[in-house]
């Protein structure tokens, strides 16, 4: 594997599927891929970044590791009883110095939900089933206690709902559902699916990505004040949008916070959306207001 490895994404949905074959994990994070080489441990930030440097209290821990392992995981802090993602992005968006002193106050855990590299193998192409089998063979083999733990996983949908009802307060956010026969692609996949604590609320649309005639999705500003683009729009949707947008000039761009482009429409279209109600910009559009 070369470094950085684009990681996979979960597609997100009002719902938990349901039927034969679904597997749920209930824990999110801070992404982070840990690599551990022949000398040392690096960390991987969903960007591609190398974020060893603030995270080495995981970093240490990954020594343990056998050489040539790869894994996806979620870099947790827990503050007072409860995950804080809070915590784990002030320490990400730190200076080196101000990130060992959070690392003293709040020491991180590394949550791991899927390898994708063994030594001398690449497990990406192999099932879900069989990743996390293998997952935890390498992680049976590190001393206890350690900073690094798998992830809780069913394959019960009842036992993953009453995970989504009731784990809120805890600081988890939701729940993901993976097929058992799904291989590990980079992207957004539909055999990755997520469920988070959400509402629907009006959203202002104040820009669009993709052709005005047919645009595929939208630069809407939260009731928070966020500006975030939307999932991909539905057809009947993007048909809709399209009518207002042919009036509207396509002339300046904009930025999201997390730096998606966008063009800028003109104010007055509404739209609502399903908007997390926790940390994540992330909303899926659902019709017009």
């Not at 719902?15 to 679904?22: K, Q």
Request: charged share 25%.
């Amino acid at each position: 594997m070369e470094w950085p490895v684009q990681v996979a994404l979960a597609q997100l949905v009002a719902t938990l599927p349901a039927g034969r074959g679904w597997w749920y994990e209930n824990l999110d994070g801070h992404r982070t891929v840990l690599w551990r080489t022949a000398e040392t441990v690096r960390l991987q930030a969903r960007s591609g970044r190398d974020v060893a440097a603030w995270w080495m209290d995981i970093a240490l821990a990954g020594m343990d590791l056998p050489a040539g392992v790869v894994l996806d995981d979620e870099a947790v802090v827990v503050v007072d009883g409860r995950i804080s993602f809070e915590a784990a992005q002030s320490r990400a968006a730190s200076t080196l110095e101000w990130a060992r002193r959070l690392a003293q106050m709040h020491p991180a855990l590394f949550i791991v939900w899927d390898v994708l590299a063994l030594p001398g193998r690449d497990m990406r192409g192999r099932p879900y089933t069989e990743r996390r089998a293998a997952m935890l063979d390498v992680l049976a083999g590190l001393p206890s206690p350690s900073r690094i733990q798998a992830v809780s996983a069913t394959d019960d949908r009842e036992v993953a709902q009453a995970w989504y009802d009731s784990l809120q307060d805890t600081g988890v956010e939701g729940v993901v559902a993976k097929l058992a026969t799904s291989t590990y692609r980079a992207g957004r996949s539909g055999a990755w699916r997520k469920v988070r604590h959400a509402e629907a609320v009006d959203a202002d649309v104040v820009g669009y990505v993709g052709p005005p005639s047919r645009p595929r999705a939208l630069a809407v500003r939260l009731p928070d004040g966020r500006i975030a683009l939307s999932q991909r729009l539905g057809a009947v949707l993007a048909v809709q949008v399209a009518e207002y947008l042919a009036e509207s000039p396509a002339v300046q761009r904009g930025r999201t916070a997390a730096g998606e482009v966008y063009v800028r429409a003109e104010p007055g279209l509404m739209v609502e959306v399903i908007a997390g109600t926790t940390r994540h910009a992330v909303v899926t559009a659902t019709r017009l207001r």
